[in-house]
T-cell receptor, first 115, second 113 residues
Framework: DVKVTQSSRYLVKRTGEKVFLECVQD?????MFWYRQDPGLGLRLIYF???????EKGDIPEGYSVSREKKERFSLILESASTNQTSMYLC??????????????FGPGTRLTVL | QKEVEQNSGPLSVPEGAIASLNCTYS??????FFWYRQYSGKSPELIMS????GDKEDGRFTAQLNKASQYVSLLIRDSQPSDSATYLC?????????????FGAGTRLAVHP
């Protein structure tokens, strides 16, 4: 079974703090993704990575950065947390395939509250 | 603008009935289609994937794809209260050298005894 883990299930931070969210997958997937999910807005892609040290902006990258130093680990960084970044953050991973099946498997999520 | 549209619901069905969930998408170039189930407070879990026109069955679940109409649906037979969840439709869109996965906002299903 694919296993995607995230460092915290719940996190409370203060405005202006630097926040690190960690994601690890154990299936040797090339692709990793960070989403945020808010009521009524669905999942929105923040950043993704198709290889080590490679990153691409998603639909809402502002206020976030990412790091992928190892294939199994993809970190999301909030440089200076703000209250509008209070959300559920979901990490996902998938194989890269020429047939592009693109099945993404999700971690349990981190519910971040910024006060 | 790449879009995946779903009725937000709630869709309420009695136990044992068939639940029908629908999804439309905007890009004729889309090739891969997925249904995820998400319980409240949990992360999405994959139920079905479908790539070709027609029906694909897996247990009580049937996915239906009509690329000409840009329409994908999920049927749940013999609905159970444990099926009560939000169902997310996800569609890949060609984007440069990659396929980007776009999610709908989800349909909330409530199965009542």
């Amino acid at each position: 079974d694919v296993k995607v883990t995230q460092s915290s299930r719940y996190l409370v931070k203060r405005t202006g703090e630097k926040v690190f969210l960690e994601c690890v997958q154990d299936m040797d997937h090339e692709n990793m993704f960070w989403y945020r999910q808010d009521p009524g807005l669905g999942l929105r892609l923040i950043y993704f990575s198709y290889d080590v040290k490679m990153k691409e902006k998603g639909d809402i990258p502002e206020g976030y950065s990412v790091s992928r130093e190892k294939k199994e680990r993809f970190s999301l960084i909030l440089e200076s947390a703000s209250t509008n970044q209070t959300s559920m953050y979901l990490c996902a991973s998938s194989f890269f395939s020429e047939t592009s099946t693109d099945t993404q498997y999700f971690g349990p999520g981190t519910r971040l509250t910024v006060l | 603008q790449k879009e995946v549209e779903q009725n937000s619901g709630p869709l309420s069905v009695p136990e044992g009935a068939i639940a029908s969930l629908n999804c439309t998408y905007s890009d004729r170039g889309s090739q891969s289609f997925f249904w995820y189930r998400q319980y409240s407070g949990k992360s999405p879990e994959l139920i079905m994937s479908i790539y070709s026109n027609g029906d694909k069955e897996d247990g009580r679940f049937t996915a239906q794809l009509n690329k000409a109409s840009q329409y994908v649906s999920l049927l749940i037979r013999d609905s159970q209260p444990s099926d009560s969840a939000t169902y997310l439709c996800a569609v890949t869109f060609p984007s440069g050298g990659y396929n980007k996965l776009i999610f709908g906002a989800g349909t909330r299903l409530a199965v009542h005894p």
